[in-house]
């Protein structure tokens, strides 16, 4: 990975929607249209680069556009993808299940190691496999 030219941080890199109403931009500025409304805080948003106060972004369905900072968080989630998944008491196949998740809920990403992620959701704490959420990236380490 290479580092933001603004924020020194990585690139690219997994941060969340902050607010309920988000506006995805067509370029870095409020001068440019609106492509793009994402209505859910916590979606996760990949961050592909940097300009001033302004973050290059791709969602999970391959949307790529510009949002405020201010508009983003630190904070890592995870969105479920595809269809219905299994959340796993523990990081292996053969683990007994804790909840069925449908395509389309997010979680809080704890961390993540050899292609499984722990993820909260409603207070529920238990695993996926790396390729069932959007909110990392292959083989990635969170801690």
Known sequence: PRAGPVTGLPLPRFVAVRAPKVYLRTGPGLRYPIDWVYTRAGLPLE??????????????????????????????????????RLLRRAPEETA??????????????????????????????????????YGVAPGEEVR
């Open 47 to 84: 961050v592909m680069d940097e300009s001033e106060t302004w973050r290059r972004v791709r969602d999970w369905e391959g949307s790529i556009g510009w949002v405020h900072q201010n508009m983003l968080s630190g904070e890592r989630q995870a969105m479920v993808v595809g269809k219905q």
């Open 96 to 133: 007994p299940g804790l909840a069925l998740l449908e395509a389309g809920v997010i979680g809080r990403l704890s961390r993540c190691a050899d292609g499984w992620c722990q993820v909260e959701v409603k207070g529920l704490a238990g695993w996926l496999r790396e390729e069932e959420i």
